[in-house]
């Protein structure tokens, strides 16, 4: 994919504006001249037939999203070099993962953040899509005439990667840099191969939730295997215990109830854990 290049015969590629674990971003115009961003995802994972045409069988129930905290997307293609690329919604800002590099949100605004992919999230379970990759990289915060509001993108992007490939495969590309799931943010049945559903996206809110307000992650370890252990058995800390100055009860009772370590002790839906955060005086 080069600057200049027309795809779909209507995507006119303008410039790079980053690149991830999984692909490339750039920035195009549609012919009417509208913004939009395209990601291609890496030569790796991206040369699989099978691949695009599941990519494309499952772009059009995403394509059914429709809400303000989803980015929307246009249209999935292959490039004449054969790789996969799709056509999203062009988001004025940046992520949540650039924000925090300045430090942790004030509460009020961490939890106005969450309540917003919690919403985002509701809006997807009810057409059956589970996230299963929510992190702060894939939060964008856009700039709007109301104000900022967050915006969810590669809405099972994991699951189709490793059902097409294989998990064996996907785990020998992460090793070399490509990114398939992120241990800090999975879900302990996630990490023992269980089935996962809504409810795996409600743990990993309950880690950005946390990362927002305290800087941090609740579990920390330079070992994966370590790291899964916490996940696994290690208890929530309360934000008190990283920042004093965070002694919020209610804000920590349903910070440990999103970190549950089994599904069925966390909220039944995204909707419930919104309407908890709602219920806060902050």
């Known amino acids: 994919m080069v600057i200049g290049e027309t795809l779909l015969d209507r995507y006119t590629v303008q410039a790079l504006l980053g690149e991830g674990g999984m692909g490339v971003v750039y920035r195009a115009v549609d012919e009417r001249g509208h913004p939009v961003a395209i990601k291609r995802l890496h030569a790796e994972v991206a040369t699989s037939p099978e691949l695009a045409a599941r990519f494309e069988r499952e772009a059009s129930a995403q394509a059914m999203l429709a809400h303000p905290n989803v980015a929307g997307l246009h249209a999935v293609g292959v490039t004449d070099e054969g790789a996969l690329f799709f056509v999203l919604e062009y988001i004025e800002g940046h992520d949540l993962a650039t924000e925090l590099e300045h430090g942790p949100l004030v509460p009020l605004r961490a ?68 990114v398939f799931g992120t241990p800090q943010y999975m879900a302990p049945e996630q990490m023992l191969a269980e089935p996962v559903d809504a409810r795996t996206d409600l743990y990993a809110v309950g880690i950005v939730l946390f990362e927002m307000l305290t800087g941090q992650r609740p579990f920390e370890a330079e070992e994966v295997t370590e790291l899964w252990q916490a996940h696994l058995n290690a208890p929530v800390p309360t934000l008190g215990e990283l920042d004093p100055g965070l002694k919020l009860p209610d804000l920590d009772a349903i910070l440990a109830t999103l970190l549950a370590k089994r599904p069925d002790e966390r909220f039944a839906s995204a909707h419930a854990a919104r309407r908890a955060l709602e219920s806060l005086a902050l």
């Open 111 to 178: 939890v106005t953040i969450a309540q917003q992919v919690l919403s985002g999230l509701h809006h997807a379970h009810q057409f059956g899509l589970v996230h299963r990759d929510l992190k702060p990289e894939n939060v964008l915060l856009a700039r709007t005439e109301g104000g900022e509001q967050a915006k969810l993108i590669d809405f099972g992007l994991v699951k189709m990667l490793t059902d097409v490939l294989g998990s064996n495969e996907c785990q020998r590309l992460t090793r070399t840099g490509v």
